[in-house]
Nanobody
Framework: VQLQAFGGGLVQVGGSLRLSCAAS??????YAWFRQAPGKEREFVAG????????RHADSVKGRFTISRDRAMNSVYLQMNSLKPEDTAVYFC????????????????????WGQGTLVTVSS
């Protein structure tokens, strides 16, 4: 079972990046992106149920970030626009075989599989 997250990098304030999370070895029903800035707790960014169209975005990224999926590629994406310095963090892809309810998507202990993280740096 493997989750691979990639697509991070250095971008200027106001720029965009798209992160990708590719899954192999298992079928997951819920995916999420979390991030962890230096010295801070890991926090929820966005979540998605593989079936249907249920998504959830943290208030801090609403209107700027969008989580989506590609069934053919068995991948989940995080499109990040209008990036701010406070978006700088290591971004982690997480997944679980259960179809989590909306209120549980933001809880990191609900996910049993994690990718290795990809660094996003937003420079001013």
């Amino acid at each position: 079972v493997q989750l691979q997250a990639f697509g991070g990098g250095l971008v200027q304030v106001g720029g965009s990046l798209r992160l990708s999370c590719a899954a192999s070895g298992r079928t997951f029903s819920t995916y999420a992106w979390f991030r962890q800035a230096p010295g801070k707790e890991r926090e929820f960014v966005a979540g998605l149920r593989w079936s249907g169209s249920t998504t959830r975005h943290a208030d801090s990224v609403k209107g700027r970030f969008t989580i989506s999926r590609d069934r053919a590629m068995n991948s989940v994406y995080l499109q990040m626009n209008s990036l701010k310095p406070e978006d700088t963090a290591v971004y982690f892809c997480a997944a679980d075989t259960r179809s989590l309810i909306w209120s549980s998507m933001s809880l990191k202990n609900m996910y049993d599989s994690w990718g290795q993280g990809t660094l996003v740096t937003v420079s001013s």
